[in-house]
């Protein structure tokens, strides 16, 4: 049996990544701080992840076990000497920090010369990249030599709505139907493994399936709960439930893909299909996603590569000015959330920097005409949040 050794027992790491894996035959031992599931995953050698389909379907994950990241280093150094595959979905904020322990079990596998692959699964583009980094800035050259001969970095993208609910104490992943992993096929080391990937979709340039994610799928869940905090809608499926807020969330998204058809050649009706059943996910009754989760982390979303500004850059070069899109800066930066670090720290920088300095010193948006409609905008909700759908 194929061995993976997966970093974060999260949602995404049981509900997405554990689950293909055993599609595909593969043994996965989880890394992870919670003890308690870590414990409960070793005494089972299994758990079950439920499908948000109405239906209440259960899907049985078998041949798993669980080290704990702080006091198990030396058997995940050991599981990774004899592992196939190593994948994390840790979050982004978090991979720095394992950065120094991803070193060393990398010098140990490259130390036997046996190729193994890396593939890092975190809501962001790059994300394998930007851990091969770390890591580099962990060891010596030739250490890093090393490791690029026996490590495959494999960048990828993830799609999968996935929470938790808690049974007889333990959280269980709660998972939309509809998945989606798909990697760069180039960058494997290891091809026997990499034919072994049914269950996964492999591509020659993964750009375009990042960039649709990022700009359709993310973009449109986090805007549905931008307005929906103006408009003091507790879900996202209660915002979109709203029919204003749902035909101002299908025009950003259709405003987005004006990119994604000019710069990939992206057909028309494709994108369009691909962006109603986007929606039909994120409206899904089966699922509640809270609007306080879905908006949390706004500087970070807030980015010049991110869900909400990237689009409007790349099409303002295109010569285009998205009006709607730019709105939704302006929504952005009207979020309060007195429990979320970004959000607090997002406040207190409009309020020593002003909407200018911050639009250009944290987003990247140095266009006067641009600036001058945020800035409009944050003014025309604060008196009156209808504005918002004023030529909608």
């Not at 003014?379 to 759908?389: A, E, H, Q, W």
Request: aromatic fraction near 6%; charge should be negative; charged fraction near 30%.
């Amino acid at each position: 049996m194929l061995k993976a050794v997966h970093f974060g027992a999260g949602n995404i790491g049981r509900g997405l990544i554990g689950e293909l894996l055993n599609k595909d035959g593969f043994e996965i031992t989880f890394i992870d701080i919670n003890q308690e599931l870590i414990d409960y995953l070793n005494a089972n050698g299994k758990y079950v992840i439920e499908y948000a389909d109405g239906k209440g379907t259960q899907v049985e994950i078998d041949s798993v076990s669980a080290l704990n990241i702080l006091a198990d280093e030396k058997d995940i150094i050991d599981r990774i000497l004899e592992a196939d595959l190593i994948t994390t979905s840790i979050g982004m904020e978090n991979i720095e920090k394992i950065s120094k322990l991803m070193a060393k079990c990398l010098v140990a596998r490259g130390l036997t010369n046996k190729k193994i692959d890396l593939i890092a699964n975190e809501n962001a583009i790059n994300a394998t990249d930007r851990l091969k980094n770390e890591i580099q800035n962990q060891v010596s050259e030739d250490v890093w030599k090393m490791i690029l001969s026996n490590t495959g970095f494999v960048n990828s993208a993830i799609d999968r709505q996935a929470l938790s609910k808690e049974v007889n104490g333990l959280n269980i992943p709660v998972v939309e139907p509809y998945r989606e992993w798909v990697v760069e096929k180039s960058k494997f080391k290891n091809a026997y493994v990499l034919k072994q990937l049914k269950n996964l979709v492999c591509v020659d340039d993964l750009k375009p399936y990042i960039e649709r994610k990022l700009y359709i799928v993310n973009a449109g869940h986090a805007i549905a709960a931008y307005i929906g905090y103006i408009f003091e809608k507790k879900t996202v499926q209660e915002s979109l439930a709203d029919e204003k807020i749902f035909e101002f969330v299908r025009k950003v998204m259709l405003i987005n893909s004006r990119y994604l058809k000019s710069e990939y050649s992206m057909n028309d009706k494709d994108l369009e299909s691909f962006i109603e059943s986007t929606l039909q996910r994120h409206k899904s009754p089966y699922v509640e996603d809270e609007v306080s989760r879905v908006a949390r982390s706004p500087m970070r979303k807030l980015g010049a590569d991110e869900r909400i500004v990237g689009p409007i850059l790349k099409l303002r070069k295109l010569g285009q000015f998205p009006k709607e899109s730019i709105i939704t800066v302006a929504a952005v930066l009207s979020y309060r959330d007195k429990d979320d670090s970004e959000a607090v720290e997002m406040e207190g920088l409009l309020s020593r920097l002003g909407t200018e300095l911050f639009l250009k010193t944290h987003c990247g948006i140095k266009d006067k005409k641009i600036i001058k409609a945020i800035e409009q905008a944050v003014d025309d909700i604060r008196k009156n949040r209808d504005s918002i759908f004023e030529g909608i």
